[in-house]
């Protein structure tokens, strides 16, 4: 038989204990919640941060993959156009076709006054002309197609360098203001005529495809010109 005073502190003892027990039951899910956040949220950031590292990995990947395919395609430019004079280099950018259809024909591209474009470069790509630029700001510019009347370039036709323009009329570009007396044949190649004051390169842009006499001129059609509208990239051709 417990002494009064022994069953006193039996219950003191059980008050203490319900008391303690009560309070860690009443901030079990405080403590819970804080284990869960220390723990599970951190490995949440941290597969976050891997998720977005990977994406940063993948894209770093496509750019230079782009980036290897355009060196690639601005070497066999220069030797398909058979380009001696080491001056002449090729500049990669991203063309975005802003009037497709138009009498106003333009693109922009992503390269401007900072990487040294100046205005009337050519603009070109593997399957021919494309245009050339026509306004030049600090990081794009804007590029005139070879179909756009704006768009004029003096180019020599045949063996005998026979001098023209190779204008735009809004559906497509035909070589201008050659006399009928000149020996043009369909099958002459057609180049760039070199003796302007922008440098052009002497290369071939096309082949006359058809010769129409009107009133002493010709009016010849070119062939092998470059469609704007399925291009993404293109080549400046940049004079140093």
Not at 20 to 37: A, E, K, P, Q, V
Not at 54 to 78: C, G, P, R, T
Not at 165 to 173: C, D, Q, R, T
Request: charged share 20%; hydrophobic share 40%; net charge positive.
């Amino acid at each position: 038989m417990l002494s009064k005073r022994n069953q006193k502190k039996l219950l003191l003892i059980l008050i203490t204990i319900l008391f303690i027990t009560g309070f860690f039951l009443l901030n079990f899910n405080f403590y819970l919640s804080n284990f869960m956040i220390s723990n599970f949220s951190y490995k949440s950031d941290y597969l976050s941060n891997v998720n977005n590292l990977k994406e940063k990995v993948s894209d770093l990947e496509i750019k230079i993959k782009i980036q290897e395919a355009l060196i690639a395609e601005n070497k066999s430019l220069k030797k398909q156009l058979n380009l001696k004079n080491s001056n002449f280099k090729f500049l990669s950018a991203e063309l975005t076709v802003v009037s497709p259809y138009t009498f106003a024909s333009t693109g922009i591209i992503n390269l401007g006054l900072n990487d040294q474009i100046k205005k009337g470069q050519l603009v070109i790509k593997p399957e021919g002309l494309v245009g050339k630029i026509s306004v030049v700001n600090d990081e794009f510019s804007e590029v005139i197609f070879t179909f756009n009347p704006g768009f004029t370039l003096m180019v020599f036709v045949g063996e005998n360098n026979v001098p023209g323009i190779l204008k735009g009329n809004g559906v497509s570009s035909r070589i201008k203001y050659v006399t009928n007396d000149k020996k043009i044949k369909i099958g002459d190649k057609v180049f760039i005529g070199n003796n302007s004051k922008e440098n052009y390169p002497n290369i071939q842009i096309g082949t006359i495809s058809e010769i129409v006499d009107n009133r002493g001129f010709f009016d010849l059609s070119i062939s092998d010109l470059a469609d704007p509208r399925n291009s993404k990239y293109i080549s400046v051709i940049r004079y140093d």
